[in-house]
């Protein structure tokens, strides 16, 4: 059986174009849900790049957040290391940042949220490599610093040992000085003030051998040293050695004068049963009398006397001690009050054993120096 064939041309049935079209549902709930259903999705497609993006960006705040907490441990303890281990606590405290960065950063979700990361924690990496930078330069100076400090109190100390060699105190002075000159120049001073630093360094190095010889009884050792050395000091170290320096060479000059006076001298006469005064010395020399021409045309208002050091001066008369004391001029001096107007005075003593009010007779002794005047 065949099926019927039909011919356009012939069959008078056009074709046309159709599509399905669902049904209208313009009223009642049903309709009314489906469309607040479509709409609720269709923003939360529209929202969920921003969404996406606030994640992101909470989640690098709160790594953030963790960068800085454990980065302040980290460099709490790298800020601790001091001198050159400085430098070692430096390179670990990077090491250990940059760790910690890495796991925050492999720990996101998103590469929004590890791009954002990476850009927080590199600005913190900034600020944390500047203050350990910081650290250990501070630190590296410092360490350098106590080190050319310690080298030239050695040279110091080495030079003060040697005073008596010329040669290695010159030696011990130039080591110090060069440590002092790089001290200097750590501290970021002038060309002017290190020249100066220098300069002070080698006056103290003086001063402090001429104090350490005074201090040790070398006497004549402190003063021949300070003449050597004087004009390789400052006027404040100059200063400061002064007085014991005059008091050095006074004592000097007057142990000179004694010992000559001691063997040109006079003999200092005996009392008389009835003289009103009775010499201060029982043996020793007048080396110079009242009266006598001084330079500048004054008269010399006393007696000058010479004796064995140790020897006892007492007073010329009974009286009573009004004063006692030491001066550059006199030395340890006693002034006796005998009364009715007459006083005496006696100077260059080597130690006093009366005080003032004590009644004193001719019996009463104080020991003197070399040269009593």
């Known amino acids: ?32 849900a489906l469309m607040g259903a479509a709409e609720t999705l269709q923003q939360f497609a529209a929202d969920k790049a921003k969404r996406d993006e606030l994640a992101a960006r909470t989640a690098s705040g709160e790594a953030a957040l963790a960068f800085q907490d454990q980065a302040g441990a980290i460099m709490a303890e790298a800020t ?75 040279a110091r100390q080495a030079a003060a040992q040697q005073w008596q060699n010329p040669q290695a105190v010159a030696a011990q002075v130039q080591i110090g000085r060069n440590a002092a000159e790089q001290q200097a120049l750590l501290l970021g001073k002038s060309p002017e003030a290190v ?19 005074f201090a040790g009884g070398e006497n ?4 021949e040293y300070a003449k050597a050395h004087l004009d390789r000091m400052n006027l404040g170290d100059q200063t400061a050695i002064m007085g014991a320096l005059k008091e050095t060479a006074q004592n000097r000059q007057a142990y000179s004068d004694a010992q000559a006076a001691i063997a040109v001298g006079g003999p200092v006469p005996a009392a008389s049963s009835s ?8 043996n020793g020399h007048i080396t110079d009398a009242f009266g ?25 008369a009974p009286g009573t001690v009004v004063a006692t004391g030491q ?3 006199s030395g340890l001096y006693v002034v006796v009050d005998h009364g009715g107007g007459l006083v005496s005075t006696y100077s260059h003593l080597g130690r006093q054993e009366v005080k003032g009010g004590e009644k004193v007779g001719v019996e009463r002794r104080a020991k003197l120096t070399p040269l009593a005047g």
């Open 327 to 329: 001066d550059a001029r």
């Open 195 to 213: 020249a100066q630093s220098v300069k002070d360094y080698e006056s103290a190095v003086h001063r402090g051998t001429v104090e350490m010889l």
């Open 292 to 316: 006598a021409a001084r330079p500048g045309g004054r008269a010399h208002n006393g007696v000058d006397f010479a004796a064995p050091e140790g020897t006892s001066v007492t007073p010329i």
């Open 275 to 282: 003289a009103k005064f009775t010499p201060p010395v029982r």
């Open 1 to 32: 059986m065949r099926a019927p064939q039909y011919q356009q041309a012939t069959s008078g049935v056009q074709p046309v174009a159709a599509r399905f079209q669902a049904p209208e549902m313009r009223t009642g709930p049903v309709a009314a």
């Open 220 to 223: 004549d050792g402190a003063l």
């Open 80 to 154: 601790t290391a001091r001198g050159l281990n400085a430098q070692a606590a430096h390179k670990s405290a990077d090491e250990a940042l940059r760790e910690v960065q890495q796991k925050l950063i492999g720990g996101a979700t998103s590469p929004l949220a590890r791009q954002l990361i990476k850009q927080q924690t590199d600005a913190y990496l900034v600020g944390y490599r500047a203050d350990l930078a910081k650290h250990e330069t501070q630190q590296v100076f410092a360490a350098a610093g106590d080190t050319f400090g310690a080298q030239a109190d050695a």
